[in-house]
T-cell receptor, first 112, second 114 residues
Framework: DQQVKQNSPSLSVQEGRISILNCDYTNSMFDYFLWYKKYPAEGPTFLISISSIKDKNEDGRFTVFLNKSAKHLSLHIVPSQPGDSAVYFCAAKETSGSRLTFGEGTQLTVNP | EAGVVQSPRYKIIEKKQPVAFWCNPISGHNTLYWYRQNLGQGPELLIRYENEEAVDDSQLPKDRFSAERLKGVDSTLKIQPAELGDSAVYLC????????????FGPGTRLTVL
């Protein structure tokens, strides 16, 4: 079963606008969530994370929101830039252990 | 700081052949991970090492997959024999003992089994 799900395979936005990438999870034992960015022919790169004790974490243009009751998190990129075009993966970790469970990824395209 | 190095970057083999992937983690990173990423999917953990000890290999198909991390630095992942369904990108990652959440990934090896 897919415990972390990114329902949108792709997203296209205009430069300067907001990009919102969504992620849903089913495992209530997940307590730490991360977003990774991946360019073609490269490995994923850590972007931002959030603990379940918070509902928001901000780092520059990137903000992650966590809604525990809905088991939903989102990544906001404001303003979006063409260099943000990449595949974004949501990942989650259980309270015990360090295994990361990844979603399928969302291809973000930012058009100039 | 040099990143995680993987080789080869691409490998094409026929089914039933053996194949091996090599990974050199970031210097000082005690924890090493091997992931498999199928097309259109996120990475899935195959095995995690703490130094030379495999501490999580529950997802490794042990009938055909093996891994080793001699001396707790470089690691090799082997498939023998390869099957068509093994075609995927094999990613290696490493992290500090205290910074597991920020895993640094290598570029991966794209395996095609014909």
């Amino acid at each position: 079963d897919q415990q972390v799900k990114q329902n949108s395979p792709s997203l296209s936005v205009q430069e300067g606008r907001i990009s919102i990438l969504n992620c849903d999870y089913t495992n209530s034992m997940f307590d730490y969530f991360l977003w990774y960015k991946k360019y073609p022919a490269e490995g994923p790169t850590f972007l931002i994370s959030i603990s379940s004790i918070k509902d928001k974490n901000e780092d520059g243009r990137f903000t992650v929101f966590l809604n525990k009751s809905a088991k939903h998190l989102s990544l906001h990129i404001v303003p979006s830039q063409p260099g943000d075009s990449a595949v974004y993966f949501c990942a989650a970790k259980e309270t015990s252990g360090s295994r990361l469970t990844f979603g399928e990824g969302t291809q973000l395209t930012v058009n100039p | 700081e040099a990143g995680v190095v993987q080789s080869p970057r691409y490998k094409i083999i026929e089914k039933k052949q053996p194949v091996a992937f090599w990974c050199n983690p970031i210097s000082g990173h005690n924890t090493l991970y091997w992931y498999r990423q199928n097309l259109g999917q996120g990475p899935e953990l195959l095995i995690r090492y703490e130094n030379e000890e495999a501490v999580d290999d529950s997802q490794l198909p042990k009938d055909r997959f093996s891994a080793e991390r001699l001396k707790g630095v470089d690691s090799t992942l082997k498939i023998q024999p390869a099957e068509l369904g093994d075609s995927a990108v094999y990613l290696c990652a490493s992290s500090h003992p205290w910074g597991w959440n920020e895993q640094f990934f290598g570029p991966g090896t794209r395996l095609t089994v014909l």
